[in-house]
């Protein structure tokens, strides 16, 4: 048990959520006395989140559910130059209507997890382009700029790492920590905030921060960070041998989405319990019990409880169902992801290793090849050895379609189109 007083911190630290704050006795007091409004920053890199930013909006999920007012950031000024923290190089610039295009894909998913509206906890979602955009440079440099020590940004690690490395940071990247340390005082002025929240590699972001509202006369800011996760084996979390494991339903479907949590390692069954779903920790502790070949049960529950979250309980029990059948029973089911070949192609035949391609089974014929020799591809529910096979229109079962699979837990439906 944490020795957290506020509802908001004990069941961030029980969860395995926090790795550093930036005073635990203020905030925890804070938490106690008052509705505090904090909030997270989100890129605009992509048209969605992937797995791996699924534990920074549990955060705001939790602040929401034990009595706060939670904030997602849209980075549509930031995201114009890009955080370079531990990046090896510069990100490649987006346009506005890149940025605008990719925040009204990464806005889908929070409803999901935050209830909206105009009550004191109801969440907001603001965009920074709203106030950085439209800055004065000269009042900004003055202003703003004056607050910042160059020897001590140079010192932080992201920063320190880059250039040990001998890679350039170039001016543009170097303003970034400056721009989110101002995000931080504008929203204490227009919303209040109080908390800034992110992964840990943010920490030096974050208490840039809370050093400019010193400066700028905020009330007292407060930072916390979660831990970088990984798998037990170290594997990135978001990322899966055939990509990112996306949020976005039209990216991932929530059958993929499911099977992915599926897989979790033995290892991480708790610990993730803990951090995706909002199961109460004594039910997690007795799932975390099962040994052996039960624990493939806590993961089904697991990986339906993380995909009913997002993609709603009955797209999750579908899922759940689609796969019982295609692994315990045999059979093919139609929610298993599809792909499209047209009709004159197979009447014609296609290369096998091109069609696992196609399919996205693999990136590369070679790839697809070892994985033929090593006897994990099966068409049909038929190994097949033969990397130079041709997959035609007799190869259709009686359903009209072929189940190509790849290893045990890898089927994709091939249909004519």
């Keep these: 048990m944490s020795g957290f007083k506020s509802d908001f911190l004990r069941t961030l630290s029980e969860r395995g959520f926090i790795h550093q704050v930036s005073d635990e006795s203020g905030l925890d007091e804070l938490f106690t006395k008052e509705i505090v409004t904090g909030y997270i920053g989100f890129d605009p890199t992509a048209s969605s989140l992937h797995a791996g930013g699924l534990i920074q909006i549990m955060m705001l999920h939790w602040m929401q559910k034990t009595g706060h007012r939670p904030v997602a950031l849209m980075g549509g000024g930031t995201g114009m130059i890009g955080d370079p923290s531990f990046k090896d190089e510069a990100r490649k610039l987006m346009t506005e209507e890149t940025i605008a295009e990719n925040i009204a894909g990464i806005k889908k998913v929070f409803a999901n997890y935050l209830t909206f509206g105009d009550g004191p906890t109801d969440a907001l979602m603001v965009n920074n382009a709203d106030w950085l955009r439209g800055l004065n440079y000269l009042e900004f440099l003055r202003d703003v700029g004056r607050h910042f020590s160059v020897n001590r940004m140079l010192s932080f690690d992201s920063v320190k790492q880059r250039l040990d490395r001998e890679q350039s940071l170039s001016f543009l990247e170097f303003n970034y920590m400056i721009l989110q340390a101002y995000d931080y005082v504008e929203l204490n002025k227009r919303y ?13 972001n974050i208490i840039n921060g809370i050093d400019l509202g010193h400066r700028m006369d905020t009330p007292q800011l407060y930072a916390l960070t979660s831990p970088l996760l990984t798998t037990s084996s170290g594997a990135k979390m978001g990322k899966s041998l055939s990509g990112a494991v996306w949020l976005n339903a039209d990216m991932l479907s929530a059958y993929d989405f499911w099977q992915y949590w599926r897989n979790t390692e033995d290892a991480d069954v708790e610990r993730f319990l803990k951090l995706y779903t909002t199961l109460p920790l004594d039910e997690i502790a007795k799932l975390a019990e099962l040994g052996g ?7 089904k529950i697991f990986a339906t409880e993380v995909t009913a979250m997002l993609h709603g309980r009955e797209a999750a029990e579908e899922a759940a169902e689609t796969a019982r059948k295609t ?8 929610n298993l992801p599809t792909v499209g070949v047209h009709r004159a192609t197979l009447h014609e035949g296609i290369g096998l290793l091109a069609l696992m391609t196609l399919a996205g089974l693999v990136n590369t014929n070679g790839e697809g090849r070892r994985h033929v020799e090593g006897g994990a591809v099966r068409l049909n529910d038929i190994v097949i050895s033969d990397p130079r096979m041709l ?24 249909r004519p189109a």
Excluded: P, T, Y
Aim: glycine fraction near 14%.
């Design 391 to 414: 997959v035609n229109a007799e190869h259709l079962n009686d359903q009209g379609v072929i189940k190509l699979s790849l290893g045990r837990k890898k089927h994709i439906l091939i």
């Design 327 to 334: 692994f315990e029973d045999g059979e093919i089911s139609d």
């Design 192 to 204: 209040g905030m109080r908390l800034q929240m992110g992964g840990s590699d943010q920490w030096g």
């Design 293 to 299: 070949s039960e624990i493939n049960e806590a993961k």
